[in-house]
Every structure is written in C-alpha cells, then in structure tokens.
C-alpha cells in the first residue's frame, strides 16, 4: 500500500466538475478548531458569499454538511410532515428522489409528469395545485441534471406562491451556472451543491429558507425526524452572535475550499459566470453540430452547463465514454434512467466551462467516433 495518486483527468460530466488549483490549495491548509473565533468569522463569510451566489437576503443561509442529496433532505425533513400533501414535479431522475423523500416521511406527493427531457409544464402545476388547494408545498428541479433541461422557476415559484403552497427548489446544478435569483424569483427553500457550478470538491450542501420557511418550520406539530439534519438545532451552531453551540464537527478544511470556491465566483461576477457558461455551451453545440452529432433539447431550455448529446444509431454508448477516459482522460456522462444508452451528458460546470475545454472535447469526439 502506498498513497493514492489519482490520475489527470478532465471532469466534463455531471459532476464533480474540476477544481481549480487555488481551492484545492485552500483545502490543505491547517486544520483549526470548529469554534475557534477565527473560523467562526469564516463561517460568517461563508454565509455572506451565499447569499451573494444565491441573490438573497434570507438569514437562514448555510452549507449542509453533507453533499447535495443531504441538502434535498433538509429541505423536505424541515419543511414536510407526516399528512401533508406535496405536489412533486418529475421531469427527471432527480424530481423522482423529490418524491421518495416526500413518501418516506409519510406526507402524499402529488406526481405532475413531464416526459425526460422536456421542462416542467406549468399549465399542470397549475392544475395540479388546482385540485389540491391545502398543498404545503410545490417542489421542482430547477436544473436537470439528468437531461439537461431549465424549467421556469420564476412561473413555478409564482404559482406556488399564488395557491398559497411553500416552493421547494433543487438548483444543485444551477446555482454558479445559469440564472437563479431566490428572492427575486420568491424561492421559499433552495438547495445546490459544491461539486457542480461552483467547483470546489462534493461534500457540502448550500441551502437557504425565506422567512416563510422559517416560520413554517417553528410551527412545526412534529419533530424533524432527521437529528442530523434538524435546522432548528443546525441553527444553534451556524447562527446566533457570540456562543455557538455544538452540533456536529464542521467539515473544516471543506468549508475553506467552499470559501475560496465561493471567492473566486465573487472576483468573477456572478453575471459574468453565467454568460461564460452560456458561451462555452453555444461554442460546444457548434462544435458537436459540426461533427454531425445533435442535441435533442430544445435549444430555448437547454442548459449551459449540461449538454445531452444523441447517441447516433449504431454506437456503442459505454464504448466511446470509455474511449475518451482511455485515450483522452476526459470524463463525460452517461444517460441515467429512461435515456441510459440514449444520450451522453457533457458538463461545462463551474472552473470546466472554458473554450479551451470545449474544443479538447469536441476534438476527442471526433478522434474516437473516427469523424474528426
Ligand atoms: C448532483 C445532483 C443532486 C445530488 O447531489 P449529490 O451531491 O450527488 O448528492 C441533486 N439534484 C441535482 C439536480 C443534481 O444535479
């Protein structure tokens, strides 16, 4: 046994995407105490540049300690429980982990589905909280990372809000990558994740809940039946001036890589990040275009930092992905659920969208389907 040394390789799936050198530097400096004032004072800012990425002022504002799928659960276990209805948009393989949460709390989801590939249609949302007016809350996908669609958070949010029902937000992909605006849009409680748009290493889950949330949380019958993931207790540690109580072991060294990850977007602009995203996805659609590859997405609701790609008849679909890793070192996507075998998924996440990644792929491609 010896260390582990992991190889050179391009991340372009959908996620982890690469992570810049300066946040892995970040990610090996000294360990300190979880509450140790300066740390504390890091935290602080942690929170700050969260609010800055997501574009809100929401005080409840924080990373989970846990990677995306624990910040899709805090969301349901805080805000959900046993005997509620939730409407449940599915449009994906991540809006049917909605819907397991949401069973396994007791409460009822009800399935608004639009078929893999296609955004949400609002004109069922809008049925669906129709004919189920006391809804506690109206959850979506604002990002797909398993098809590579937008849906229209603004209109679904507004929807929620009209019909008097919490929205519950998964921008796990979207947030760094493509417009997201929490209060602007009304987003009641958002969850994302490190490894997407933002680049630092998986682990760690931003999430944010409006005072509405909040207050829906205090209200509460029942206790969150998650421990780990009760905000009411999480709060005691993230929150409050002065004494912080302890909850759990912060994951240190993973709150400095998110430190500079978030950092590193400010210096950026959060506006600039979107349109580089935007430009690299339009340059990687030329170039696939080129190579006699298509996009099956509409391109009005594709996503810049995800692109479905068709597998053409007769490809062997696990071959040409192995092929990039073997020959090339690049790390693409497969199809998960219902498009597994039918398409590939090339992410442009975060430190990943860059021209020069862009035409390393679109080459690679060309190399192995022999079309270059
Ligand atoms: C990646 C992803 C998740 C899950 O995040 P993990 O960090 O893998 O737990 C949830 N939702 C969407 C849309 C994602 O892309």
Avoid at 259 to 279: N, T, V
Wanted: with cysteine; proline share 7%; glycine share 10%.
């Amino acid at each position: 046994m010896h260390s582990f040394m992991p190889p050179d390789r391009l991340l372009l799936g959908p996620g982890p995407s690469p992570v810049p050198p300066r946040v892995l530097a970040a990610l090996a400096r000294p360990t300190i105490g979880h509450l140790d004032p300066l740390f504390i004072a890091m935290m602080d800012e942690v929170k700050d540049l969260l609010r800055e990425a997501f574009r809100t002022g929401h005080a409840l504002t924080l990373p989970v300690s846990a990677p995306g799928s624990a910040g899709m659960e805090t969301a349901f276990v805080n805000l959900i429980e046993p005997g509620d209805t939730v409407i449940v948009c599915r449009n994906g393989v991540f809006g049917g982990r909605m819907r397991e949460n949401v069973v396994r709390i007791g409460a009822q989801a009800v399935m608004v589905d639009d078929p893999f590939g296609r955004p949400v249609d609002p004109d069922k949302v809008e049925a669906a909280l129709r004919a189920h007016p006391g809804a506690k809350a109206l959850a979506f996908v604002h990002a797909e990372t398993s098809t590579g669609v937008a849906s229209d958070a603004r209109t679904l949010c507004r929807l929620a809000r009209e019909h008097g029902a919490l929205s519950i937000v998964d921008a796990v992909t979207s947030l760094g990558g493509s417009p997201l605006e929490v209060d602007g849009w009304g987003i009641d409680a958002v969850y994302s994740g490190s490894q997407k748009c933002l680049s630092a290493p998986p682990g760690l889950s931003p999430v944010s809940f409006s005072d509405t949330a909040v207050a829906a949380i205090r209200a509460r019958r029942t206790p969150v039946q998650s421990w780990f993931l009760d905000l009411t207790l999480v709060m005691g540690y993230w929150q409050g001036s002065g004494a912080r109580a302890y909850h759990h072991t912060a994951p240190i060294n993973m709150l400095y890589a998110l430190h500079e990850a978030l950092l590193m977007l400010r210096e950026e602009g959060l506006e600039a990040a979107w349109a580089r995203h935007r430009a690299n996805h339009l340059r990687l659609c030329e170039g696939l275009e080129a190579l006699g590859l298509t996009l099956p997405v509409d391109p009005a609701v594709r996503l810049p930092q995800l692109n479905a790609v068709a597998v053409p008849d007769g490809v062997d679909e696990a071959a040409v992905r192995r092929s990039l890793l073997d020959r090339h070192g690049i790390e693409i996507g497969a199809g998960l659920g219902e498009l597994a075998g039918k398409i590939w998924r090339i992410g442009l996440m975060g430190h990943g969208s860059t021209p020069g990644n862009v035409d390393r792929v679109v080459a690679a491609f060309g190399d192995v389907l022999g079309r270059g």
